[in-house]
Structure formats: C-alpha cells, structure tokens
C-alpha cells in the first residue's frame, strides 16, 4: 500500500526499476531528472494550488513555482514530504499501454528511441485522445501525460522515424496537429522524412540537417508540403525536397519538359509567414512558391533545382508585402526569382540567382531564362543582389497589363546590383504593353552580357534613370553587337535619363562600334523611339576614349552634358543640344534627315570633323574647333523658312587653311536661303602659310548669305568666305594678326 494516499501499487517489472539497490529514485533524483516542469508536476500532487494547471490545465492563480511546490519560504517539512514520496520508473510505451493500473505518485519515464520522456497519470481526465506523442491512454483507460519543458514538440514523439524509408506522412501531419493544438512548435531531429501530403498549421524547425522528401513524386505537385489559409507561421533551418526526376543525359525537345515530381514547399493564402534557413529542391515547376500571400518573410534560405518548361527557383504571384533577404537561386531551367501576376511591395536584398541555363527556350519551350523577372507587378526592388551566368538576362523589370494598379505609374528600383556573365542581357526594363511605369537603377555593374541594360518604353509617363551605374560591353566573338544601353520605344515621349555612367568596351569589336549601322555601342536609340534622352557626365574607362552614342532610329528630344563624346550617327531628332562635352574622333554625324529639329552645341570643343543635316535651326555658341586635313563642321539643310537660321556665337575655328581648304561647309538647297550669323568668332590659320585662294567657310550655293559681327580672323588668309565660287572679306570681320 502507498503509504501517502492507500492507493494499490500496480506491478512494475523488476528490470525496469532503477535508482540504489536496483530500487526507485528519490523525489531528489526525479527533480534533477525531470526538471522544473517535473517539480511543479508532482507539487500538484501534493499541494492545492494552481501548479496542478501545469498538468491538468486548471486556472493559474499566479503563484510561483517555488510558493507552490514549498509553500512560499523554503518550508523544511514539505520538503522532505516531497522527497520522499514518490518514484520515477522507467517503461517503455507498450508495457505503459497494458498495465493493469497505474500510480498517482509514479512518474513514468518512457525510454523507446525517439520518444523519451517523463509521463504522469491523470485521474481528471477521461476523455482525451492519444495522439502517441504527448498523450498515451493505456488499457484501463488512464490518461497519461508528458511533462514539457519547452515550447516545441518532437515530431518522433508521434512515431516519425526519419530514416529516409519509411512513410512518415501521418505521423508528421497528427504531430503537427497536436502542436497547433496546444500552441507550440514542432520540432524535426536530424534525419530524412519521407512523406506526402502534408499540411502546415503550425510553425516547424531544425538545425539545419532534417530534410522532409516528397514521398509520392507522380502524385499532385501542390500536395507535398503546403501553407494553406494559414497566419503567423514560421518554417526554419528545414530542408525540403519535391523528389523531381533525373536530367536527362542529352536534352532535346522531347525531354526538357518532361518531369515528375512536387513543389518542395507551397505557400497559399496565407499571412505573416517567416521562412528562415531553409532549402527547397528538386521540383517540377519552383522548389518554393508563393501565391496570393501577404507579408512574407524569406531570409537566408536556398532554392535550387527547379525543371520544366517553367522550372523556377522561387516564384511569387499575386501577393504583397513579400521580403527576401539573402537568399539563394541554383540550377534553374526558367528564372531565378519570379514576381507576378498582380504581386507588389516585393524586395529582394543580397540575394543571388546563379546557372540559369534556358533548357526550356533552347528546345521549344516559351520562356526565356533569366536570374530575376518581375512582370505583371509593381514595387519591386531589388538592392545588393546578383545574377551570374544566366542565358538570356539577368535582371527584367516589366508592368505589364495586369498589374494591381496600386500606383498611377509602377515603380521599380535596382540598387547597387550586378549582372555577371549573363548572355544577351544584363538588365531588361520594358514596358511593351504600353503601361506606365518608372525605374530607378542606380549604382549597378553589367560585366559579360552583350547588351547591358535594353529599355522599351512605350508610355509618355515612361521615366527609366541610371546613376553611376557601370556598362562594360565584353564581346570577343567577330560580328557579335555589345551594346552599352539600347533604348527602344514609339511615339509617347518617353523619358530616360543616364547620369555618371562608366563605360567600357575594351573588349568588344571596334570595327561594330563605329558602323553607323550596327547596333554597337554605349549608348544606342532604335525602334523608331521618340524618347526624351538626357546624358550627363558619362564618360569611358579608358582616359582619352570617347562615349559612343548613336540613334539609328527614332526622332528622340536629346540633352548631353559633360561628356567625351563621338556621335556615330544621330539619324533624326526633335530637339537636340550639346552642353560642356568634347566631340572626339571621327566625323560625328548629327541628322541625316531634312525633317530633324533645332540643334544647339554649347560650350563644347570638336576634335574632328561634323556633318550636320537638319531642317532646324542651328546654335553654336563658346564652341571651340580643332579641325585638321579635310575634317570641317559641314551643314545640310532643305528648308523654305528664312528664319531657320544657323548661328555661330562666341566661337573659335582652328585648322591649316594653306593645306586644306575650309572649316565650315555650309550647303542650303532649298529656294529661301536662310542667313547664317557669325557674331564674336575667332578663325585661326594654324600655321603661318598665307593663302589668298583659300578660306574658312564655304556657303555652296550662290545666293546664300553670312553675315559677321565683331569677328576676326588670321591676316594669313585674306579671304574668309567663298560664296559659290566668289571670295570676299566681308564687313563685320577684321583681319588681324593671331600669331
């Protein structure tokens, strides 16, 4: 008999009592066993109060542990009481379920592999269930319970095994439930879970050596593991594993799409979800994908192995408020990181999408691979990421038709992001529906692609600005376009500005850089744009060399400053002016339609020849000229209008007369033959040879006319105008001696 409450003892198997002389532990023992969970456990035994909540579940009165188990200050008398009365056993969970009876002074320690622990039985219960984790009922119908320490379950306490073999679905999915019941975590040993089917309710975590592996690949990819209608979850230091199939040896179109496996993890409907740690892979379509979420958290996990026609890393639709901090993309057959269909407010920070290598476009699939894609979505940014050795291109920013339309105009933003090695783009900003959107990319670096950034605008709302961002166009192949920025658009006007640029084709094929043809170059407008295009203080890496800039199409407003400039071709343009920047090189060719706008140059100096073709007027004003054998500023113009003039102000021309014949060819060939006005100009004969059969402008056809104010020239040539075929000195102009 017991001698504390005359209860009977039922049997306990002599091998399964432990403690001195093969007996029992003292309740100073069991303490040290069980912890303080243990102690407040048995002191519900013993004293009234609310430590018996502790196993019961009764209303806590807000005593301390220490005032209940020795009733306030330590109490000598209760503490010997408690010392003495009662015993741990050892047992496992099938000699538990058969006994006879049980103790209420017994604390039963179960010591099967995996589900170890200390139980209590509990008379006041004699309805609950046993879920095999938490709770046992034995065959009499007691209800024995765990004492827990900590704020998480064992997923083995419910009979996972995790040895890669055996089905743990079922008991992964009622540890989870029982966890969710009772507002704690689960938690998952090192090992490998086999299973299907499972459905996330409560938070799951590991150290970073479990791995959960889809057990029935053919089965519905969705159904793996999912976060479905779910709030406040967390999943960290996890590894999940879809189960997709091998690559094939040789990829053609008959196999690239042909996979079987799941989604390693699917988030659905769900808020205020945290993934921390983790690592999805091997899936058919992306290892983890989010749909229809709000504020998610994804912070240094890894995504690999996605396959398929659309075998993605991550992929985010239709969700909002989703952030991902150094995160990890790997091996994919489509993209990286996706964001779209209706997603917004997304952010990428120090993440790194890496081997896309375009299975899927190669052999007739529909998707182009790429590192990061936004498309359909708005509010994106991305800062500090990287994408490394993609096909197709790195970064693409695109609204789209169905984007939320929480904003007028759809913002995007790349800060400080770099494009590595990715085969025909660094980065694509495109708005190829004709929705209005803005980006900002600041501070970037384009290293190996053959076009660093393609933009397509198309909205007159368009805005696209770079700021110290750096370009350099690595192609060696012969033939090959390497294009620094190529701007693309229709006839909304458009706005992009390009500011403190570096860029440097030191590797590419000059002979495709200087063909007014070839789309090669730093800066290149096509597509008919007529885009708003301001250029200031872009330079090259390499001192001395000159910005390339061409617009092969298109009938752009554009504004350089401070640049070192060459102008292969500037074919059209409403409006075009030149502030503070250095014409280098060969001829730079500005207009060659008898339909492009007014043309100012400012402040420049020209170190070569120009050819300028423009129905507008034309401004030159604290120009300086440096211009030797047959280079020299020739002017072409169709016009009717007299008052489309051309104007030299403030201006200094300098180049070998005796040796070479003019500076300024200036050729009107309409009926009206506007005036071309020459006020506070300087003409310099670089080297002392007279000549009497030479000058320094040319009007071509007979009947146009120049007229000077406040101009001087070199009293080595005498003549400073030919008009046809006749030469003069004309009034306004003062022969002196400039050597």
């Known amino acids: 008999m017991n001698r504390e409450n005359g209860k009977t003892e039922h049997e306990i198997p002599e091998r399964a ?25 048995a002191a519900g035994f013993v004293l009234p109060g609310p430590l018996s909540g502790t196993v019961y579940g009764e209303a806590n009165s807000g005593n301390t542990v220490q005032h209940s188990v020795y009733g306030g200050p330590m109490d000598p008398h209760k503490l010997k009481k408690l010392l003495d009365m009662s015993y741990v056993v050892p047992i496992t969970i099938a000699e538990l379920r058969t006994a006879a009876a049980l103790d209420l002074d017994y604390v039963y320690f179960l010591n099967d592999p995996g589900q170890e622990g200390h139980f209590i039985y509990d008379p006041l219960d004699t309805t609950s269930a046993d879920n095999t984790g938490t709770l046992l009922v034995n065959v009499s119908g007691a209800r024995l319970k765990r004492i827990q320490e900590t704020d998480y379950h064992n997923v083995r306490w419910f009979g996972a095994k995790g040895d890669g073999t055996t089905d743990d679905s079922s008991a992964i999915q009622l540890a989870d439930t029982v966890a969710a019941a009772a507002s704690k975590r689960l938690y998952f040993p090192e090992g490998t879970y086999k299973a299907y089917g499972l459905l996330v309710t409560t938070s799951w975590f590991a150290h970073g050596k479990s791995v959960v592996e889809n057990l029935s690949p053919t089965a519905n990819k969705y159904n793996f593991v999912r976060i479905t209608g779910r709030t406040g979850l967390s999943l960290e230091g996890l590894t999940f594993d879809g189960g997709v199939s091998s690559d094939p040896s040789v990829w053609s179109s ?3 799409n042909a996979f079987t496996g799941g989604l390693a993890c699917y988030l659905f409907n769900s808020t205020d979800i945290r993934l921390t740690n983790c690592t999805f892979r091997n899936s058919v379509m992306s290892p983890l994908r989010i749909e229809k979420c709000s504020r998610i958290i994804v912070e240094n996990c890894t995504s690999k ?13 239709g969700s909002d408020h989703v952030r991902f901090d150094r995160c990890s993309a790997e091996d994919y057959t489509r993209i990286g990181f996706v964001c779209e269909q209706g997603s917004w407010n997304v952010s990428f920070s120090q993440c790194h999408a890496s081997y896309g290598h375009d299975q899927s476009k190669l052999y007739g699939g529909g998707e182009f691979n790429a590192g990061f894609w936004s498309e359909n979505s708005e509010n994106v940014t991305y800062s500090q990421c990287v994408a490394e050795n993609n096909t197709h291109c790195g970064f693409t920013v695109a609204p789209g038709v169905n984007r939320p339309y929480k904003t007028s105009t759809a913002p995007f933003v790349l800060d400080s992001c770099v494009a590595i090695g990715n085969g025909l783009y660094g980065f694509i900003a495109s708005d190829s529906k004709g929705d209005r959107f803005s980006v900002t990319c600041s501070d970037c670096f384009v290293f190996g692609s053959r076009i660093g950034m393609a933009i397509n605008a198309y909205h007159a709302n368009d805005t696209v600005t770079l700021d110290h961002c750096y370009f350099r166009l690595d192609v060696t192949a012969s033939g090959q376009n390497a294009t620094g920025v190529l701007c693309a658009g229709n006839d909304k006007l458009a706005t992009i500005r390009i500011s403190d640029c570096l860029y440097d084709h ?13 789309t090669s170059g730093d800066i290149v407008l096509s597509n008919n744009a007529k885009l708003q295009l301001f250029v200031n203080d872009c330079s090259c890496v390499d001192a001395g060399t000159a910005l390339i800039l061409k617009a092969l199409q298109g009938t752009p407003i554009l504004q350089v400053r401070n640049c070192l400039l060459q102008v292969i071709v500037l074919k059209d343009f409403q409006e075009a002016s030149f502030d503070n920047c ?14 492009a706008g007014n043309l100012q140059i400012t402040r420049c100096s020209v170190a070569g020849g120009m050819d300028l073709s423009t129905a507008g007027r034309i401004r030159f004003e604290s120009v300086q000229a440096v211009l030797s054998g047959t280079q020299r500023i020739g002017i072409v113009r169709n016009t009717e209008n007299r008052d489309i003039r051309t104007e030299f102000v403030d201006c200094r021309f300098e180049k070998d007369i005796a040796a070479s014949d003019y500076a300024i060819r200036i050729e009107e060939n309409g009926t009206l033959k506007p005036l071309s006005l020459f006020r506070g100009c300087i003409f310099y004969n670089s080297t002392d040879t007279a000549t009497a059969t030479r000058t320094f402008i040319w009007n071509v056809q007979t009947g146009t006319n120049s007229l000077f104010s406040e101009c001087y020239s070199d009293d080595t040539v005498a003549n400073l105008l030919k008009t046809g075929s006749v ?11 400039l050597h």
């Not at 403690?19 to 243990?38: C, D, F, H, K, M």
């Not at 280098?584 to 339909?595: A, H, Y």
């Open 17 to 41: 009592k432990i403690g001195p002389e093969g007996g029992v532990l003292s309740r100073r023992q069991a303490l040290a066993t069980i912890g303080i969970a243990g102690a407040a456990a």
């Open 254 to 256: 008959s196999n690239y």
């Open 305 to 317: 192995r996605g396959r398929g026609n659309y075998g993605d890393a991550i992929y985010v639709a």
């Open 506 to 518: 030191s590797a590419s094929d000059p002979s495709l850089l200087m063909s007014s043809t070839a």
């Open 582 to 595: 250095r014409f280098t090189g060969n001829v730079q060719s500005i207009g060659q339609s008898t339909t």
């Open 727 to 737: 030469l003069s000195a004309p009034s306004g102009n003062t022969l002196i001696d």
